[in-house]
């Protein structure tokens, strides 16, 4: 959620704009087009699908009105008469990427590569949306480092993990009844890619964590 556009839906709805650009939508005969705005933190795939969309709904309900698609979903139906609506910080267009992105674990990280190690797990689909949730490109969660749009972050990831230095923290931090974690860092693109992975001791399996580039440019 970008901050510009969590304000600005915030606005409409504390100023009461939100009931009455409805009422006003369905007394105005010149057809108001709906889009839904995602208004709250990871929307799921379907409302970022729907969302994507734009300004294309002819009302509130086709928009999802009152339809809560996922858990802790804030997504809001809003109206405009314009024919080329623009709302602050809505974009359908990042919204679409973000969906693409999340949509599937890119192959190099499904552990069927040679160079993947033995003892890794493959990065699981709800572990790609996590880190492509706060870290890709058209991520919209504040105070994350963000993969550049031009960055291959499924290429990045497995080339951090198969040739990339223990990193700062350590390469092996054991704790006693806890999990172990490793790191694992790359240059890549003028940006240092970190790849953090753990250990689980019920499965005895490593997984990826999380992966992330740094914040210089
Ligand atoms: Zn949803
Ligand atoms: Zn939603």
Redesign the pocket.
């Known amino acids: 959620m970008l901050p510009g556009l969590e304000a600005a839906v915030d606005r409409l709805v504390k100023r009461g704009y939100r009931d009455a650009m409805w009422s006003a939508a369905q007394a105005d005969p010149t057809k108001p087009r709906f889009a839904r705005v995602p208004a709250g933190k990871e929307?799921?795939q379907?409302?970022l699908m729907l969302a994507s969309r734009g300004f294309v709904y002819t009302s509130a309900s086709a928009a999802g009105d009152h339809n809560?698609?996922?858990s802790h979903?804030a997504?809001v139906p809003v109206a405009s008469w314009e024919s080329s609506p623009l709302l602050e910080g809505y974009d359908p267009d990042a919204l679409y990427r973000q969906y693409e992105l999340r949509s599937t674990v890119p192959p190099l990280l499904l552990g069927g590569a040679a160079d993947w190690p033995q003892w890794l797990q493959p990065v699981s689909l709800e572990r790609w949306r996590h880190i492509v949730d706060d870290h890709g490109p058209d991520s919209t969660t504040p105070g994350k480092s963000k993969f550049t749009p031009d960055m291959n972050i499924g290429q990045a990831i497995f080339d951090t993990i198969v040739d990339g230095d223990p990193g700062g923290q350590g390469m092996s931090r054991w704790r006693p009844d806890d999990v172990a974690s490793r790191t694992r860092q790359l240059p890549i693109d003028g940006k240092v890619v970190t790849v953090k992975l753990a250990y689980n001791r019920d499965s005895k399996d490593w997984f990826v964590t999380t992966a992330f580039p740094d914040d210089s440019r």
Do not use: G, I, N, T
Request: contains cysteine; proline residues 11%; aromatic residues 22%.
């Open positions: 929307p799921c379907f409302c809560q698609y996922h979903c997504c």
